[in-house]
């Protein structure tokens, strides 16, 4: 692991120059760096945790939570070089076309820009992450994974089209670029550097310098560049937006009090059972080409869509296997060998003993050895969430450690994304049962179902997103904040639209965008 710069080693009221200043080492910050690292910017990426997890740095992200149940803020986040990289799962798909397209009718504001537009940096965003640019649609994997016999399901209905996601193995940034960026000459990184406040020149215009704070508040000194992106994950890049409100009173960017709004997630429900007939194709099972790093779905197409007035839907099958209690009781048993009083682990220990075979079903299915078919599937039902100005991030009044005032997080669904929950719960079970495909055992998913049982994914999108105007957006289609003409935004939080794409490969897609933009800009105005 490199060893980076600290800022105990800065002098208090030091001025840190560079060209760019980047703020926050996670997935677009890193991103950002590494793609500039071959350049003549000089640039200063401040991190404001260190190399490992502390619960210093992990505190300054607790949160005013409101709305529906989320996870904890403080936990999902990682505060460290790395960001949340250092644990997100690597699930991947980029954006469809209908993603960035204007559809009023569902709430749907469109990008300012087009699927064409974005792909080529979408292709680099995928090498990047060790996938395959073209791997994205589901017939090669169908024709070479599935079983004889098998059609996909959008040959047998038009309402169908299967989504495949990939699933990255270069995970972790902090192990992936910790070298290059210590190697690269003009690139600067400092660790526990805390951004508190962006201060911007007296006609608002530009930001002339960045309040910096070492850990604990110990060191005071400023970053100082031509231009700065905050790259800090979409919470904390509004906050710190929100924060900054000393001379454009509400907050930079948000003249039409657009920073913090449309915080929008992946939401999913797991609701029912499915019991498939031999004629439903295993391969939409979740675990059946997670070993060739693939994971197949079902989804609705652009005509179901839109004839349905509907966002983005699709259904995860998860295999339920006759071996299920016995694989838990083995995991028990060897999660917990080192307690043999705790009852759970006698009970599991006598579950494994009376039923060696199951036991012995599941390590050779845990091994790769054995593929059964499942009993049944749950059905995990997951949906795009249409933008809406009250799921929004604003200030708490309670403070963190450096006296800044908390996030506070209100999330919401709007009608249209409780619609799109039953309208795709039913267009699914409606059709496979037409299709002959099995049985289901499902109440349907009405309101009050998803209010009980709906979950995020830990993907935190909008809050300053794109557009071409700033009565309706913060940023413009370079990322670059309405009339401020040196500030960048990266990261989820600039999106328009969720889709239901996990969203770090389209971030790293736009920190690869912002990169070049920034190059030219640099070039031009030289
Ligand atoms: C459990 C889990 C699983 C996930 N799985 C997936 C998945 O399968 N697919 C997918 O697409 N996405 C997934 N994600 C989401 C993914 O982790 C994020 O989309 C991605 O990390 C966001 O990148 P980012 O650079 O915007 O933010 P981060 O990676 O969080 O980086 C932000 C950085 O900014 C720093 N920072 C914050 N505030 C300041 C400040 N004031 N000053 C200086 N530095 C600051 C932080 O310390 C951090 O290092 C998952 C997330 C979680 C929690």
């Not at 949340?84 to 690597?90: C, D, I, K, R, S």
């Not at 073209?134 to 047998?156: C, I, M, V």
């Not at 657009?258 to 007939?277: A, C, D, I, K, T």
Request: net charge positive; with cysteine; hydrophobic share 40%.
């Amino acid at each position: 692991m490199a060893v980076f710069d600290d800022s105990s080693q800065v002098q208090d009221g030091a001025v840190l120059d560079a060209d760019l200043c980047i703020v926050g080492a996670g997935a677009a910050g890193i991103t950002l760096a590494a793609n500039l690292a071959a350049t003549k910017l000089r640039v200063l990426l401040l991190e404001g945790g260190g190399e490992r997890m502390s619960g210093e740095s992990q505190g300054l992200y607790q949160a005013e939570q409101t709305g529906l149940d989320y996870f904890d803020l403080t936990a999902c986040r990682l505060r460290y070089f790395g960001g949340t990289t250092n644990h997100w799962g690597g699930y991947c798909r980029e954006n469809d076309p209908i993603d960035y397209e204007r559809r009023p009718d569902v709430g749907l504001p469109g990008w300012p820009l087009t699927h064409a537009d974005v792909a080529p940096y979408v292709d680099r965003a995928a090498v990047q992450l060790g996938l395959d640019p073209e791997g994205f649609s589901p017939k090669p994997h169908f024709a070479r994974h599935s079983q004889a016999g098998d059609r996909l399901l959008e040959d047998l209905s038009d309402q169908f089209e299967t989504k495949v996601f990939q699933l990255s193995k270069r995970l972790r940034f902090q192990e992936l670029y910790a070298d290059q960026l210590r190697d690269s000459s003009n690139t600067h990184v400092l660790l526990n550097a805390n951004v508190v406040h962006l201060a911007l020149n007296q006609a608002g215009t530009s930001v002339a310098h960045l309040q910096v704070r070492g850990a604990g508040g110990r060191r005071r000194f400023r970053g100082r560049a031509k231009r700065f992106v905050l790259a800090a994950h979409a919470i904390e890049n509004a906050r710190l937006l929100l924060l900054s409100d000393d001379v454009q009173r509400s907050g930079i960017g948000n003249g039409h009090d657009q920073v913090g709004r449309y915080f929008m997630e992946h939401p999913h429900v797991v609701n029912g059972l499915f019991f498939p007939s031999p004629r439903f194709p295993a391969i939409y099972g979740m675990d059946r080409l997670q070993r060739v790093g693939l994971n197949a779905n079902l989804g609705l197409s652009r005509s179901s869509m839109t004839r349905q007035r509907i966002l983005q839907y699709y259904c995860r099958f998860v295999p339920v296997y006759d071996f299920d209690r016995s694989a838990d009781a083995v995991k028990r048993v060897a999660d917990g060998f080192w307690e043999p009083m705790d009852l759970r682990m006698l009970k599991a220990l006598s579950r494994v003993t009376q039923r060696p075979l199951e036991a012995l079903r599941f390590g050779a299915y845990r091994a790769g050895v054995l593929q059964p078919r499942p009993v049944a599937y749950s059905l995990d039902h997951r949906i795009e969430q249409a933008p809406s100005p009250e799921s929004r991030i604003t200030l708490s009044d309670a403070k963190d450690a450096l006296g800044l005032r908390r996030a506070r997080l209100h999330w919401q669904l709007n009608d249209i994304d409780y619609r799109t929950f039953d309208v795709g719960q039913q267009t699914v079970m409606a059709e496979l049962s037409r299709l002959g495909m099995g049985q289901f055992k499902a109440a349907r998913l009405g309101r009050e179902a998803v209010d009980a049982g709906v979950f995020g994914h830990y993907h935190h999108i909008g809050t300053t997103r794109m557009g071409t105007s700033p009565t309706g957006s913060v940023v413009d289609t370079n990322c670059r904040v309405h009339g401020v003409d040196n500030l960048f935004m990266a990261g989820s939080s600039v999106f328009a639209s969720s889709g239901y794409s996990g969203p770090t490969m389209m971030l790293i897609a736009f920190a690869i965008r912002l990169a070049e933009h920034l190059v030219k800009l640099s070039q031009t105005r030289a």
